[in-house]
C-alpha cells in the first residue's frame, strides 16, 4: 500500500475434485497510514477429496487498521497470519471448514497500540485448528473461539490493562480435546475463558496467567451431555500473580449413567490480597499465597491453603481438607479464620505437613490434647462464638486458627478425627 490510506481487497474460490487440486497463497501489506485490508476466499470440494487450502500474510504497517479475513473451505486448511503493526487496529478473522481441513491455524500480532482482535475458527469433522493471538503494548480486546475436535487458544495480553476471552468447544468422541491458555502480562487484565465438551473421551481445560497487575480471572469448565458414558477430563489452572486478584472456576459435570469423573479447579492467588472462589468440581485446590486472602470451597473435596498471612477460609459443600504447611498466625491480627467447618462435610484441618517438634530431626506427627510441645488444642474463643485451634512445635511460632463452626460446638467437642496430624 505505501503511504497513505490504502484499500487492499482479494477475493478467492476454487472447486477441488480428484483431477484438480489447488493451494493459493494470498499477501497484502498496508504500509503507513490507516488502510483496510480485505480477503475472502472459499473452497468446495466433493466428498473424499480434501487436498487444497490457502495460505493468508497480511501486515497492517504503521497506522490504524482494519484487517478483515474470511474463510470458507471444504478442501483444506488456511494458515492465517496477520502483523496489525503499530496503531490501534481491529482485526477479524472468520474461518470455517466443513471437512478433513478445519479453520486451519490463525495467528495475530495486534502490535503497539489500542487493538481489537476477534478470531472465530469452526469445524465440523477433524480439527479446528489453532488461534495464537498477541496483544502487544496497550490496552487490547483479544477473543478467539473455536468449534471443533482438536484445537487450541492461546492468547497473550502483554502490556496494558487487557480484556482477554477465550472459548473453546469439542463435540467428538474418542480423545478430542479443546484447551484455552491465556497470559495477561502487565496490567490490570480481565480474562475469561469457557471449556465445553461433549461426547465420550472429549477432553476440556482451562489455564490462565494474570501475572502483574489487579486481574480478574474467570474460567467455566462443562463436560458431558446427559446421555453418555463419560470417560475424560475437565481441568482447570488459574494463577494470578502480583496483585490483588479475582479468581473464579466453575467446573460442571452433565452425565448419565456410568460416569467416570475427573479433573477440577487449581487456583493459586500469589501475592497479594486475593480472593479465589471454585464452583463445582471433584477434587479442587484453591492456594492464596501471600497476603489476607479469602478462599471460598466448591461442592466438592476441596484442599484449601491459606497461604501467609489472615485468610478467611470457606469449605461449602465436601469433604474438605484445611491444609497448613507451616506454623503461622502467631497473634490475633494474623490468624486465619475457617468459616462453617464441619457444616457441609467431614472436613479436616490438615497438619501433616508441619513438623510436631522443631528441635528433633524428622517429622514427627502432632498429639491432640495438653498444650506441650508436640500438641494440638483448642480453645474456646473469648472473643465471640466459635473455637481457637493452637498448636505449639517447640519453635519461635505456634499456630493460632479462629473456627467459627456455625454448629454450636464448644472445645469439648472437637476430637482427634478433626484433624490430620
Do not use: K
Not at 155 to 175: K, P, R, T
Amino acid at each position: 500500500g505505501g503511504n497513505g490510506n490504502d484499500w487492499l481487497v482479494t477475493e478467492l474460490s476454487g472447486h477441488v475434485t480428484e483431477e484438480f487440486q489447488f493451494n493459493f497463497t494470498v499477501q497484502q501489506t498496508g504500509g503507513r497510514g490507516n488502510d483496510n485490508l480485505y480477503v475472502s476466499a472459499t473452497s468446495t470440494t466433493n466428498t473424499g477429496y480434501s487436498t487444497g487450502g490457502f495460505i493468508i500474510d497480511l501486515s497492517g504497517g504503521a497506522g490504524d487498521d482494519n484487517i478483515w479475513i474470511e474463510v470458507d473451505g471444504e478442501a483444506g486448511a488456511s494458515s492465517n497470519l496477520v502483523d496489525a503493526g503499530s496503531g490501534s487496529d481491529v482485526v477479524y478473522i472468520y474461518a470455517d471448514g466443513d471437512y478433513f481441513g478445519g479453520g486451519g491455524s490463525n495467528e495475530v500480532l495486534a502490535g503497539a497500540g489500542d487493538d481489537e482482535v476477534t478470531v472465530r475458527s469452526y469445524s465440523s469433522f477433524i480439527v479446528a485448528g489453532d488461534n495464537t493471538l498477541w496483544g502487544g503494548d496497550g490496552n487490547d480486546r483479544l477473543e478467539a473461539t473455536l468449534i471443533g475436535t482438536y484445537g487450541a487458544n492461546e492468547l497473550y495480553g502483554e502490556d496494558g490493562d487487557d480484556f482477554l476471552i477465550a472459548d473453546g468447544f469439542v463435540s467428538d468422541n474418542g480423545g478430542s480435546s479443546i484447551s484455552n491458555r491465556v497470559w495477561g502480562g502487565t496490567g490490570n487484565d480481565t480474562i475469561e475463558l469457557n471449556a465445553t465438551s461433549y461426547g465420550t473421551g472429549a477432553d476440556a481445560s482451562n489455564e490462565a496467567y494474570g501475572d502483574e497487575g489487579d486481574d480478574r480471572i474467570t474460567s467455566v469448565t462443562h463436560v458431558g451431555s446427559g446421555s453418555d458414558t463419560y470417560f475424560g477430563s475437565a481441568d482447570t489452572l488459574l494463577y494470578g500473580g502480583s496483585g490483588n486478584d479475582v479468581l473464579t472456576a466453575t467446573t460442571t459435570y452433565n452425565f448419565g449413567e456410568g460416569e467416570n469423573i475427573e479433573g477440577g479447579a487449581t487456583l493459586y492467588g500469589g501475592n497479594g490480597n486475593d480472593s479465589l472462589r471454585v464452583y463445582g468440581g471433584v477434587e479442587n485446590i484453591l492456594n492464596g499465597g501471600a497476603g489476607d486472602d479469602t478462599l471460598t470451597g466448591g461442592s466438592g473435596n476441596d484442599r484449601i491453603i491459606g497461604g501467609s498471612g489472615a485468610d478467611q477460609l470457606r469449605g461449602a459443600g465436601g469433604d474438605d481438607a484445611f491444609v497448613y504447611l507451616w506454623m503461622t498466625g502467631g497473634a490475633v491480627a494474623t490468624r486465619d479464620t475457617i468459616f462453617g467447618f464441619q457444616a457441609f462435610g467431614d472436613d479436616v484441618i490438615d497438619l501433616s505437613a508441619i513438623d510436631a517438634n522443631a528441635n528433633r530431626g524428622g517429622n514427627q506427627a502432632f498429639v491432640f490434647g495438653g498444650t506441650g510441645v508436640g500438641r494440638v488444642w483448642v480453645e474456646d474463643s473469648t472473643t465471640g462464638s466459635g473455637s481457637i485451634v493452637r498448636a505449639n512445635n517447640g519453635g519461635p511460632e505456634t499456630l493460632y486458627i479462629a473456627v467459627e463452626d456455625g454448629t454450636g460446638r464448644d472445645a469439648s467437642d472437637w476430637t482427634a478425627d478433626d484433624f490430620l496430624l
